[in-house]
């Protein structure tokens, strides 16, 4: 299994961009998607994530601004209204947990998201 992770730039406040994450091999292994952030001096943090039922979450920090979706095997997020504390690296994310155990965990390798005027 592979996750690559594209759309990063460099966007002005307010501006809106598209990450997405396109997962190679079977999405039936995962009942879990998401994606992190992680700011220079930061640590890793979660931004979104969606369950295989179709439930969302989201951190606070980006609730009514982000959007986690879904299309085949690509895994997008939508980042409107972008503010400069959204500059990070992007971590796409897929995983499986079963009975309260990680049992897959798999990484993309980053996407850098700059928000500067």
């Known amino acids: 299994v592979q996750l690559q992770a594209c759309g990063g730039g460099l966007v002005q406040p307010g501006g809106s961009l598209t990450l997405s994450c396109v997962v190679s091999g079977s999405m039936s292994l995962f009942n879990g998607l998401a994606w992190y952030r992680q700011a220079p001096g930061k640590q890793r943090e979660l931004v979104a994530v969606m369950t295989a039922g179709g439930d969302k979450n989201y951190a606070d920090a980006v609730k009514g601004r982000f959007t986690i979706s879904r299309d085949s095997a690509t895994v997008l997020l939508r980042m409107n209204n972008l503010k400069l504390e959204d500059t990070a690296v992007y971590y796409c994310?897929?995983?499986?947990?079963?009975?309260?155990?990680?049992?897959?965990?798999?990484w993309g390798q980053g996407t850098q998201v700059t928000v500067s005027s």
């Open positions: 994310n897929a995983h499986r947990y079963t009975l309260g155990t990680l049992q897959y965990d798999y």
